[in-house]
């Protein structure tokens, strides 16, 4: 049902790094920027990257996020246990006139 | 200290409404949008729309269209969600967030209340 698809998981063992897709169109990510979003389950998202690269202040420098054309990404370097959530990304989507969210990423630390 | 404080968990029939609210402190809340974000159990977010407390203007998304209004009290600076037949489907958190209006997180959801729990079921 979202128009923005993420792969439903990722992992990686302490340390390590992932990367995270988040696949759009003309309409979503083509003309907007992307805002990804870190959520442990139970709780309320909390905004991490915004403008597609920029973190939020006081996001470590181990997550950094790009676009390139219809597409984002989000990467996580040096992975730690507490890096284990959800993340979504998102858009404004100019023909459906909506904010739409990614379908979400399980991120598990093996 | 910027604080979006929500009411409480909320079970309701199917075909009955729910008016969900979201409470703001710390800051000055005709200078941001709201949105209202759901999660359904188990499931993604998802965006129900956004409301502009100085003027009240609002854009719904489209699956709500007709069945969901969002309101303010600008003198006790609460924003207001109200779903209305309600059905099983409609189960799910439902969070207000504001949208953050600086350089320093532009455009993004920067401020999120704790969520709170609607429940349908006869």
């Known amino acids: 049902q979202s128009v923005l698809i993420q792969p439903p998981s990722a992992s990686g063992t302490p340390g390590q790094r992932v990367t995270i897709s988040c696949s759009g169109s003309?309409?979503?990510?083509?003309?907007?920027?992307v805002n990804w979003y870190q959520q442990i389950p139970g709780t309320a998202p909390k905004l991490l990257i915004y403008?597609?690269?920029r973190r939020l202040s006081g996001v470590p420098d181990r997550f950094s996020a790009s676009k390139s054309d219809t597409s984002a990404s989000l990467a996580i370097s040096g992975l730690q246990s507490d890096d284990e959530s959800d993340f979504y990304c998102?858009?404004?989507?100019?023909?459906?006139?909506?904010?739409?969210f990614g379908t979400g990423t399980k991120v598990t630390v093996l | 200290q910027v604080h979006l404080v929500q009411s409480g968990a909320e079970v309701k029939m199917p075909g009955a409404s729910v008016r969900v609210s979201c409470k703001a402190s710390?800051?000055?809340?005709?200078?941001?949008?709201f949105n209202w974000v759901r999660q359904a159990p188990g499931q993604g977010l998802e965006w129900m729309g956004r409301?502009?407390?100085?003027?009240?203007?609002?854009v719904y998304a489209q699956r709500f269209q007709g069945r969901v209004t969002m309101t303010r009290n600008t003198s006790t600076s609460t924003a207001y969600m109200e779903l209305r037949s309600l059905r099983s489907e409609d189960t799910a958190v439902y969070f207000c967030?504001?949208?953050?209006?600086?350089?320093?997180?532009?455009?993004?959801?920067?401020?999120w209340g704790q969520g709170t729990t609607v429940a349908v079921s006869s």
């Open positions: 967030a504001r949208v953050c209006s600086s350089v320093t997180c532009w455009g993004g959801l920067d401020l």
């Open positions: 710390g800051f000055t809340f005709t200078n941001f949008d």
């Open positions: 409301m502009h407390p100085e003027n009240g203007d609002t």
């Open positions: 003309s309409s979503n990510i083509r003309r907007n920027t």
């Open positions: 403008n597609s690269h």
């Open positions: 998102a858009a404004w989507d100019d023909s459906l006139n909506s904010y739409v």
